[in-house]
């Protein structure tokens, strides 16, 4: 049995040594700005025992020095320390880690001969990759989750444990495990030790891991694993077959039986069964990550890059088309070749040259930009582009619409004078906030400001960053901050959505940009005469369509208000006779502009309502006898209810007018 040479032992029984022991002294500054006195070599779990006992059992992890460590981790020098507990912004991710090593260990236990790959934390909960000779069954999961209980009740201690380098891949390598092996190697060069986790003891589990984790499994208390999928090492095809198991943790189990109910919501909504059912879209192996949009996906398509240019094209935006296909020259002008080429799909021109298909607009914006000369007079310019993009994403990673090889963006880039920064800004804000609000939906800014590490001078971050603040106040938005989260290029201000289950979708951004008019020399001629550089304002509402679409149709859950509906109304004849009103009534409709249907089948009526219904078409005109007779429709609702005989032109004009209010009055479901 290989057994590691030196094992530094950080363990729980560290922090119950003799504090006298030890000859000096260190002082700790808490978040409030006071001080304490801990002796030297104590675990920082002391730190919290020195505060109160209350704090010292809710103890987590700890943050020294603003690095997130262990509650073993051994304090030798003054520091600044945090300690964490589940009220702290860091513990959840920690948390759900900590449960993902628990997962693992029960895998381990009921599989013997199972690889271990990576198990990360996630928005969601967490997942771990293993090595299986079969696929995991649902009462595979049952059995994992049980054993997860048992060692989570035997409160066994997570141990961190400095294990030479070497003596670890020989560890690893023994125990079959190739893939940990390589993370060693990929992820400790140079390092004369890496650090293992053990839970109770390296038999029961260990694991290759940078850490930190919560204390004991006693911890873990809100856990539920969730199902199961086929996963490759590092997400690549052409790697390693895995399975990952997900589960998730929350700190109580209120919140986890919430969290169930959401997604077990979500399920229902999920934009790829729905997408299948309303006939929206599909895909075809022969081109992965690529929508075939059918005809009722593509006017939900349209609707929306209609409405769009409806909101821009009246605010000073003009829309361009600009090539999908360049030269590695501009790539190289911009840093995509450098840093982003494997993202890009590369083809080769007819002369042999270098090229790339666009992942995004802004080069080609700077090259239209550039191509004329422009007074300040004429600032702000403002372009927009809905031509597709393509982003080379692994096969393993793609995902109905929400992760596609081919999407377009409701992208814009606005070139501004340094002072025109802030009013175009709130610009930008208002009609964000127009968007969102004809979408019925409800959103979150977040202002992310300079980082440690940027390009330019504090002087123009500082302008940039007030003008931002400004206009966020000016358009009357509540905002987080988060402060050093800007790109180093200029700061940003994202938005989150929140959807009809409450779930988060970030989505519109704008990003200011003081690099690329630099590498393009993008500039216009002030009012001196003179050359100056513009400033570039990045910006999308939907962001990707193919994703918001996504989000569009889980909020809704397929029942889609008038506006967006692909058909919006279905006309259904009672009986053959009633046909040919049938086919009046529907002409009128269309006439005045609705996207209307008829069901024609021999069908009797119960069944054609209930497959409108399930369609989620918004509403169905019934015609009998006596509707045809008196000129009128029987109007229902797809949510069941009847709305009684109308005049066609007294529904057409109720119609027209709901469709004019779009989300914001919601009437009907
Ligand atoms: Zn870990
Ligand atoms: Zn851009």
Redesign the pocket.
């Known amino acids: 049995m290989a057994s590691p040479a030196k094992v530094v032992h950080h363990s729980g029984a560290a922090a119950k040594v003799d504090v006298n022991a030890f000859m000096s002294q260190i002082q700790v500054t808490l978040p409030d700005g006071s001080s304490r006195d801990i002796a030297a070599g104590a675990p920082v779990r002391a730190v919290a025992e020195a505060i109160s006992p209350g704090l010292a059992k809710a103890a987590l992890a700890a943050v020294v020095d603003g690095k997130l460590v262990d509650l073993t981790f051994p304090l030798d020098r003054d520091a600044t320390v945090k300690i964490v507990t589940d009220r702290s912004p860091e513990a959840l991710a920690l948390y759900r ?1 900590s449960t993902a ?1 628990l997962l693992a260990a029960a895998v381990t236990n009921l599989f013997p001969g199972v690889q271990c790959g990576i198990g990360p934390a996630t928005d969601e909960g967490f997942f771990y990759d293993f090595v299986v000779p079969r696929p995991f069954v649902p009462e595979d999961l049952e059995k994992i989750e049980a054993k997860m209980r048992e060692l989570a009740a035997q409160d066994l201690v997570y141990e961190r444990q400095m294990w030479p380098r070497d003596d670890a891949r020989t560890f690893f390598t023994k125990r079959g495990e190739p893939l940990k092996v390589q993370l060693i190697d990929e992820k400790t060069e140079g390092q004369k030790e890496v650090s293992c ?1 053990t839970i109770k003891d390296k038999e029961t589990f260990i ?1 290759f ?1 940078v ?1 930190p ?1 919560v204390p004991s499994t006693g911890k873990l208390k809100a856990f539920k694993l969730l199902n199961t999928s086929n996963a490759y090492w590092k997400g690549d095809a052409r790697n390693q077959p895995m399975q990952r198991i997900y589960g998730t943790a929350f700190f109580s189990d209120k919140d986890l039986k919430s969290y169930l109910t959401q997604i077990e919501e979500a399920k229902k909504r999920d934009h790829r069964k729905l997408g299948k059912e309303l006939g929206l879209f599909t895909f075809h192996q022969w081109s992965p990550g690529a929508v075939f949009w059918k005809d009722k996906g593509t006017t939900l398509y349209n609707t929306l890059a209609n409405y769009m240019r409806d909101v821009l094209l009246p605010n000073g935006y003009v829309e361009v088309k600009t090539p999908i296909i360049y030269n590695k020259a501009l790539w190289e002008t911009s840093g995509h070749w450098a840093h982003y080429r494997q993202n890009m799909f590369q083809v080769q021109g007819s002369e042999g040259e270098e090229m790339a298909i666009k992942a995004m607009n802004c080069p080609g914006h700077y090259l239209l930009y550039s191509n004329d000369v422009h007074s300040y007079r004429e600032l702000p310019i403002r372009f927009h582009e809905q031509t597709p993009l393509h982003r080379n994403e692994l096969a393993g990673v793609l995902s109905g619409l929400t992760r596609v090889r081919q999407f377009s963006q409701d992208d814009g880039h606005c070139f501004v004078m340094p002072d025109q920064i802030g009013s175009e800004v709130e610009h930008m804000l208002r009609l964000i906030r127009r968007v969102y609000d004809d979408l019925g939906m409800t959103y979150q800014a977040k202002f992310s400001t300079r980082p440690d590490e940027f390009l330019g001078d504090v002087a123009t971050w500082d302008h940039a960053e007030s003008e931002l603040r400004t206009a966020l106040e000016r358009a009357g938005l509540d905002y987080t901050l988060n402060a050093k989260d800007g790109a180093f290029y200029g700061p940003k201000i994202d938005f989150d959505v929140t959807d009809a289950i409450g779930r988060q979708w970030q989505c519109a951004t704008i990003q200011l940009d003081y690099m690329m008019p630099e590498r393009f020399d993008l500039k216009y001629i002030g009012a001196d005469n003179t050359e100056h550089r513009v400033v570039v304002i990045h910006r999308a509402i939907f962001g990707s369509f193919e994703r918001f679409i996504a989000i569009l149709i889980e909020h809704y859950a397929g029942a889609f208000p008038l506006w967006l509906a692909p058909v919006q109304a279905i006309v259904l004849p009672i009986a053959d006779r009633h046909m040919e009103y049938a086919v009046s009534v529907s002409d009128r409709v269309k006439q005045a502009g609705l996207r209307v249907e008829i069901d024609e089948r021999q069908e009797k009526i119960g069944y054609k309502i209930r497959e409108a219904q399930l369609q989620k078409i918004p509403y169905m005109l019934v015609v009998g006898d006596r509707e045809s007779a008196e000129g009128t429709v029987s109007v229902r609702t797809r949510a069941g209810g009847d709305q009684g005989a109308s005049p066609v032109d007294a529904f057409i004009a109720s119609a027209r007018e709901e469709i004019a209010h779009k989300g914001r009055a919601v009437a009907t479901a």
């Open positions: 880690h090593h986790y694991d891991c850490g984790h």
